[in-house]
């Protein structure tokens, strides 16, 4: 009974080492996906855009949280993405087809509550820690710099920022150098929402409405490199 008692007591305060409070820090880099977007004019047929990437953003990765036990952590994070400029060459179609090009910057800065399931029930330096999660937040997404241009005629389209709920599922791989100290590499699944610019583009100083603009889907796969410190 002892052994036993002993053994309890054990591994209590090995869950007591491991569990604390932690902050990360880290760059990451989101791809986003492909699309089809369209420009609904007053009056006009629509014209369908096809084929338009938004390229990849930047992202600063901060999150602070709580290792509850060896398996499991909680955290509060930011995902900041970084205002890229890219340009896409897409078919534009009303009627018939004529290919040109899509000027933006777009960008989101997401708000996230995220829970880890570590694989390994113990850790230590030199020790290999493969996790996976998800997490459920708000997106500030921005739509911005959007310009359009066809052999013929070229137009600015108004900026616009959107809020809208985002998920993330992924995982990772964390090796950690000391007790405390732990350095990951993570992929990732991000759903952001999604982003409408205004309903006006400008054309040699000339307004044109649009019935809607431009909506554009965030979604993006994403690749960080970060830094683990547990207090």
């Given amino acids: 009974m002892k052994s ?36 609904k004019h007053e009056g006009y047929p629509e014209i369908t855009l096809s084929n338009y990437d938004p390229g990849a953003a930047d992202q600063v990765l901060f999150s602070a949280g709580y290792f509850v036990n060896p398996h499991f ?8 993405g970084l205002a890229s400029e890219d340009t896409d060459r897409v078919t534009y179609s009303r009627d018939t087809s004529v290919t040109g090009e899509l000027s933006a910057e777009v960008y989101s800065r997401i708000f996230l509550v995220n829970g880890y399931f570590h694989f390994k029930g113990e850790r230590g330096a030199g020790m290999f820690d493969p ?21 013929t005629t070229s137009a600015t389209v108004s900026d616009s920022d959107d ?23 993570s992929v990732s699944y991000t759903n ?6 205004g309903d006006k583009a400008y054309l040699k ?4 409405p649009f019935a809607e603009g431009l ?10 490199l970060a830094v683990l410190y547990q207090f």
């Fill in 73 to 80: 952590r909680a955290e509060l994070a930011l995902d900041m």
């Fill in 131 to 151: 996790y996976m999660g998800a997490g459920i937040g708000l997106a500030v997404n921005r739509f911005e710099g959007v310009s359009s241009q066809i052999p």
């Fill in 205 to 208: 100083g000339v307004s044109v």
């Fill in 215 to 224: 909506e554009l889907d965030l979604e993006t796969f994403n690749y960080g």
């Fill in 4 to 39: 036993f008692a002993l053994m309890g007591v054990l591994l209590t305060l090995s869950g007591q080492l491991v569990a604390g409070p932690f902050v990360r820090f880290g760059y990451g880099y989101s791809d986003f996906r492909s699309q089809d977007m369209s420009i």
């Fill in 192 to 197: 952001a929402g999604s982003v409408t610019t």
């Fill in 163 to 185: 809020t809208d709920w985002a998920f993330k599922l992924g995982g990772g791989l964390m090796y950690w150098m000391t007790d405390s100290f732990s350095a990951d590499l």
